[in-house]
């Protein structure tokens, strides 16, 4: 089974993400968690498996370019799929978060078609469309 980690304080933007799990034809399991500290102590728990992770980067008690760095200093980023799943459109955040290893940053838009169009476009390449080295698949 391929286990997706939504790191994401928006109730909205969470069940949205549902809703696209639920009637995805990928088999899935998802976790949500509501903030970066919360995704540390996870992957703390869960050191012998990798993660599919979309991150937020505006979050409570710790950012997501806080957990980046943390993720980097700790040699975890290349562990995991980090992807930036943001509101944030300004050059400097793509630009750190792509300097602190995210494979992907992805601009939330503000109605929800185009939110579940690409929810489901990020699933189908990253589960369908991308190869990735052997110890990387079984995520």
């Known amino acids: 089974m391929n286990h997706i980690v939504l790191v994401e304080d928006d109730p909205d ?3 949205f993400f549902r809703q696209v799990i639920k009637k995805s034809d990928i088999e899935l399991r998802l976790t949500n968690l509501s903030d970066g500290i919360e995704l540390l102590e996870f992957l703390n728990r869960k050191q012998d498996e990798q993660f599919l992770i979309f991150l937020d980067l505006n979050m409570p008690r710790m950012s997501g370019l806080e957990v980046l760095a943390h993720l980097k200093e700790k040699e975890l980023i290349n562990k995991h799929i980090v992807i ?5 459109d300004y050059n400097k955040d793509i630009e750190d978060a792509y300097d602190l290893g995210v494979k992907s940053y992805i601009v939330k838009p503000s109605n929800q078609a185009e939110l579940s169009s690409l929810i489901q476009s990020a699933l189908d390449y990253w589960f369908n469309w991308n190869k990735l080295p052997e110890p990387i698949n079984g995520i």
């Open 13 to 15: 933007d969470v069940y």
């Open 84 to 88: 930036a799943y943001t509101t944030s």
